[in-house]
């Protein structure tokens, strides 16, 4: 059995991921951290070719901001941020500096009110 050449025209299925990292160290760098997600999804777009829709630039900015905004909420120290595009999907990593293990809160019986401000309708 010649094996000479059995790969030629074949390409690997398993891509390089894209990824691009950066420590944040004080609330202030939440801004600069979706700043930074939506600086590597352009990359990703102009650069790579990859299509990037407006939806998932959004969510993804969304996302970087709640993980960002608990890291420096809950950990002592700094934070780290790493996204990837793998495989045409968008991976979102933050490690911070706490040892404990993060826990389930019981959910807020009380509704969410902006500025303190009672429902429309209810009287609460």
């Not at 000479?4 to 398993?14: C, R, Y």
């Not at 420096?72 to 793998?86: D, I, W």
């Not at 045409?88 to 902006?114: C, F, I, K």
Request: with cysteine; glycine share 8%.
């Amino acid at each position: 059995m010649d094996l000479a050449g059995q790969d030629e025209g074949q390409h690997s299925l398993i891509e390089p991921a894209l990824s691009a990292s950066a420590v944040f160290e004080s609330s202030a760098d939440i801004s600069a951290a979706r700043a930074m997600a939506r600086s590597f999804l352009e990359s990703v777009q102009a650069v790579h070719g990859l299509p990037v829709s407006p939806r998932a630039m959004g969510m993804v900015q969304l996302v970087v901001s709640e993980l960002v905004t608990n890291a420096r909420k809950y950990a002592p120290g700094p934070c780290l941020l790493t996204l990837s595009v793998v495989a045409g999907s968008v991976e979102v990593m933050v490690w911070d500096s706490s040892t404990a293990l993060p826990t389930v809160q019981p959910p807020n019986p009380t509704p969410y009110r902006p500025f303190g401000g009672a429902l429309p309708g209810t009287g609460r």
